[in-house]
């Protein structure tokens, strides 16, 4: 059952007065490209049959300035006088206190996850205090924050005069969110994200959301929030795609692009991804293969929380100022950080090491590797300490590359600075509508080649005299 507008206006307002008549143009059908990230959330919206998408700064965006798109992945916790237990996106009294990195703590919810049991330390206090499984906080704060996000896409697509969002009652969203490729083939890892993106998505249909921000108390989040049947929410309107998958997307939509083999490292706030793939143009159009999936958590905030964790006294933003913006800061925060960049580099040259050679078995030749270009995206992605890692593991293992390759901005993507789309690649690519998405396999899908049963070129004899 497709969803229209009807549902996207709660049960006290109407459509606009300028609302048209059913049927006056065709309905418009808006695709969230939704990238979830540790540390930041990003969002590209598209107008399938406008074929334009453009980037979604919310009304209340980061502290940034500069980057205004970004959506700090964080939601406050609090308990008023009578007891009752909130949630709520921006701290409403002081005694509130953040949930911090909610895509990383369900990871760690997860008996499958790998991310840090530390993440979990705020969320553990709050569901002492509240009295509930810890795992159903961390999924409760994930799925607020996930359906705050949506509600404010929503209510910002309804002031839009330009776009006329909801003049035809069929106008519909669909949504589509990513998910690292190893967890898009681990069950576990899948179905939570998915229940938690599906519940959340549900939220902006029910009648219930108007244009203020949510709070909601535990209880009623617990009870009402539930996951909706597939006769409710079909899987093509809220779904899930893998993220480097997201990124090769991206790039296949380039004009610069061209068909080969790729090494792609996405570095967020808290993980690294690599991945290998092989693109080709078919009849049917693009085709993408991913043939492994590596993940660590070394990204780039790591930097400067592992240099605080040894710096008595110290902020993890002072620290970050440090790190991003040229800040002198003191000697020692200075030797924390250098050493902290060394370990992420250390951990990014391992990763990319195992992702090689996962790669080399997958090959029928293990030479193919030299045909590899290396792509970096993520907003993370510095040369030090992560493209010289890098770098310093293709030359360590004496193999040879193709170079670097680039994404360059798209052409039909407005509102985004140039400086901006390497934060943006995978919004941009989730954006693309699932019918004109690339098909994708996941590493799983691809065994090891077995080289003994490759058929040999018959070498050419020397012809015999009586063959002259």
């Known amino acids: 059952m497709r969803h229209s507008i009807q549902h996207l206006f709660s049960k006290k307002e109407s459509a606009p007065d300028a609302k048209r008549s059913k049927g006056s143009r065709d309905p418009r059908h808006i695709h969230v490209g939704l990238d979830f990230g540790s540390a930041f959330t990003k969002v590209v919206l598209r107008d399938v049959n406008a074929k334009n998408a453009w980037v979604f700064v919310p009304e209340t965006s980061s502290k940034q300035s500069n980057l205004p798109f970004l959506i700090p992945s964080e939601i406050y916790f609090g308990t008023d006088h009578e007891d009752n237990h909130w949630l709520t996106i921006s701290r409403w009294d002081a005694s509130n206190y953040v949930l911090p ?36 906080l961390v999924e409760s704060a994930a799925c607020y924050f996930l359906a705050e996000v949506i509600r404010s896409i929503v209510s910002n697509l309804k002031k839009n005069a330009d776009l006329g969002f909801g003049e035809n009652e069929d106008d519909f969203i669909s949504l589509c969110m990513a998910l690292p490729a190893e967890d898009m083939g681990n069950a576990p890892i899948r179905e939570l994200f998915s229940r938690v993106i599906r519940r959340a998505f549900w939220q902006t249909f029910d009648g219930s959301q108007g244009d203020a921000p949510i709070v909601i108390d535990l209880v009623t989040l617990l009870e009402q929030w539930v996951d909706p049947t597939q006769s409710e929410l079909e899987d093509w309107q809220c779904s899930l795609y893998p993220e480097v998958s997201a990124n090769m997307a991206a790039y296949t939509g ?46 780039s905030s790591t930097i400067e929380r592992n240099a605080a964790a040894n710096l008595a006294g110290d902020t993890i933003e002072a620290l970050r100022e440090i790190k991003e913006q040229g800040k002198p800061g003191t000697r020692a925060q ?42 970096f995206v993520g907003g993370g992605c510095a040369k ?31 509102g985004a600075d140039d400086s901006w789309f390497k934060r943006l690649t995978v919004a941009y690519g989730l954006s693309i509508d699932s019918a004109n998405r690339p098909p994708t396999s996941l590493p799983g899908d691809h065994q090891d080649v077995d080289r003994n049963s490759i058929a040999r070129p018959e070498r050419p004899q020397a012809a015999s005299k009586d063959e002259c």
């Open 254 to 299: 380039s004009k610069a692009s061209s068909e080969g083999l790729f090494q792609m490292f996405d570095v967020g706030a808290g993980t690294v991804d690599v991945s290998f793939f092989s693109f080709t143009r078919q009849s049917s159009g693009p085709k993408l293969s991913n043939f492994s999936g590596q993940l660590a958590f070394c990204g």
């Open 101 to 136: 990195y909610p895509k990383l703590a369900l990871h760690a919810i997860s008996s499958e996850g790998e991310s840090s049991k530390d993440l979990l330390r705020a969320y553990e206090e709050a569901a002492a205090n509240a009295g509930i499984r810890v795992e159903d």
């Open 334 to 375: 200075r030797q924390e950080l250098e050493q902290a960049k060394e370990v992420a580099g250390q951990e990014t040259q391992n990763l990319s090491h195992r992702s090689i050679i996962e790669m080399r078995g997958k090959l029928p030749t293990p030479n193919q590797l030299n045909e590899t270009r290396l792509l």
């Open 384 to 414: 030090i300490p992560y493209q010289d890692a890098v770098a310093d593991c293709w030359e360590g293992l004496h193999r040879v590359n193709r170079g670097v390759a680039n994404i360059p901005r798209p052409m039909d993507l407005d």
